[in-house]
């Protein structure tokens, strides 16, 4: 049987667009007359759905309240912008918002930010600056390389370098000294900045970005002083009397190197004795905080003991030239320093019968024994010309120096030398010529200091005696003198109290 054909294939699809395209034709005019299709909203039905808080729409904002720049996000809009919007929000219901999905943590575009430091890595700082900075400020401490440090702080491998090749020229890291500081700035993406090594307090090098890539320079420390007096009374020594103080111990050297041709601290200091210093304390400005540096100049020094009252002020005749003066105007710098070196002690003093240590005789001991350290710096006690250098019997190494007036110092024992010295030299007075040993005839590590004047041996200790005022202070520099003296020694009176600033830079 035969059968019928099916519907299918081109005259299937003609049958089902014939009976689709009245039926959607029909759907279409019923919604036009419906709905209004085509024709525009009147403007009472635009302001109704506009006043009824359907439509979520702020009013118009002044150009001038809109943020231009906003470095400081938590600040928020401008007051005016502010305003506005708290207006429109009060008029608005709040609506609920749709719970928030937990997003995936976003990776670092550029470094990856440094963990908290450690207890080891306490020197080491990192701040935000106001500018948007990334900061890290850190020590080196013994042992380590500034290379090392860096990277401890999460400081790529790549900027390391930049920093290490581009600092070379003006500072080899390689001569980095534990103590040393720096400080690295980057910006939001990571990027170098500035960095900044400092190896001394008087200076430091800067590296900083440039429209070619990084420049370093090398900056002195603008330091600010500031006057501070000090006054005490020796107990066991000048040196743990300051420290005692809580100043630094340093200034007990310059002290007696101020009053060295009146004053043998190592043989005539006693207990009991006074002193009172006036001087410079030093500040250099950290991200506006005064950070204290080191001490400066002595100004104003006074002595008081067994050996009598010596006072000094500091006086520069010549911009930049100074020296001490007592309070007539008389230069304290003598012709002959009291010592040719800072001793522990005199072991022999001048004598005209002593009995030698080891070849048990009496015969005279024309010099003064000062005991120190081997190795210790001997300095000529005043200008001259080198004469002999060499060895020379019982003395050993000797160094002899001829002076002004017919004199000739002799440094005796010697364990070497000063570097390059030469017969026919001139020296300076407290030059150092040699170091304190035991060679010749000799039972321990001293110098054997003697003097003679036109080939006679005298006294070293008397040299100052009686002898005509170098120089003091020229008539017109008096006035001057006259108002920093006087200033000075009331800044040295008991009781008052010194702690103002002294200048602006050095």
């Known amino acids: 049987m035969q059968r019928p054909p099916s519907c299918t294939g081109p005259r299937r699809r003609t049958l089902r667009r014939s009976i689709l ?64 919007l708290e207006v429109k929000r009060a008029s608005r219901k709040p609506a609920a918002k749709p719970a928030r999905r937990p997003s995936a943590p976003r990776m670092p575009l550029v470094e990856k930010q440094p963990k908290p430091a450690s207890a080891a890595e306490r020197d080491v700082d990192i701040m935000r600056s106001p500018l948007g900075l990334s900061v890290i400020k850190g020590k080196i401490n013994r042992g380590e390389s500034v290379a090392a440090v860096l990277r401890r702080r999460g400081i790529s491998p790549q900027m390391v370098r930049v920093i290490d090749r581009t600092m070379r020229p003006k500072f080899d890291f390689r001569r980095a000294q534990p103590g040393d500081t720096f400080r690295l700035s980057r910006d939001k993406d990571g990027r170098l900045v500035s960095f900044r090594y400092r190896n001394s307090p008087d200076e430091s090098f800067v590296l900083r970005q440039s429209a070619g890539g990084y420049t370093v320079e090398r900056e002195p420390s603008i330091l600010e002083s500031r006057l501070t007096r000090m006054e005490g009374t020796i107990d066991s020594s000048l040196y743990k009397s300051i420290r005692g103080l809580g100043h630094d111990p340093g200034l007990a050297s310059a002290f007696a190197d101020i009053f060295a041709w009146d004053i043998d601290f190592t043989r005539q200091l006693k207990r009991g004795d006074g002193f009172t210093i006036v001087y410079e304390r030093l500040y250099r400005d950290e991200e506006g905080a005064q950070v204290y540096v080191r001490p400066g100049r002595i100004l104003a020094a006074q002595f008081r003991g067994s050996v009598g009252e010596h006072t000094a002020v500091y006086f520069e005749e010549y911009d930049g030239v100074g020296s001490y003066f007592r309070p007539d105007g008389e230069t304290l710098e003598q012709a002959f320093l009291v010592a040719p070196l800072k001793f522990s002690r005199i072991s022999s003093n001048y004598s005209s019968a002593r009995n030698h240590p080891i070849l048990k005789v009496v015969r005279p001991h024309h010099g003064i024994d000062y005991a120190a350290r081997e190795g210790s710096p001997v300095w000529s006690v005043a200008d001259g010309e080198v004469i002999f250098k060499g060895k020379n019997g019982g003395f050993g190494n000797l160094v002899k120096v001829r002076h002004a007036g017919g004199y000739v110092s002799y440094y005796a024992h010697l364990s070497g030398f000063g570097q390059g010295l030469q017969v026919g030299d001139k020296v300076r007075q407290k030059q150092v010529i040699g170091y304190v040993g035991q060679t010749g005839l000799a039972t321990g590590p001293h110098v054997c200091f003697r003097v003679t004047k036109h080939g006679k041996y005298v006294n070293p200790a008397t040299l100052n005696r009686d002898k005509p005022v170098s120089r003091s202070v020229a008539d017109r520099s008096w006035s001057d003198f006259e108002l920093v003296r006087d200033q000075l020694l009331v800044n040295l009176e008991a009781g008052r109290n010194v702690d103002v600033a002294a200048g602006s830079a050095l």
């Open 21 to 84: 395209q009245p039926s959607a034709i029909a759907v279409g005019l019923l919604l036009i007359s419906i709905t209004g299709f085509g024709e525009a909203p009147e403007a009472n039905e635009v302001e109704s759905v506009r006043r009824s808080g359907d439509v979520g729409q702020y009013e118009p904002i002044a150009i001038e309240s809109l943020p231009i720049h906003r470095p400081d996000v938590s600040a928020g809009p401008p007051p005016q912008q502010r305003a506005a």
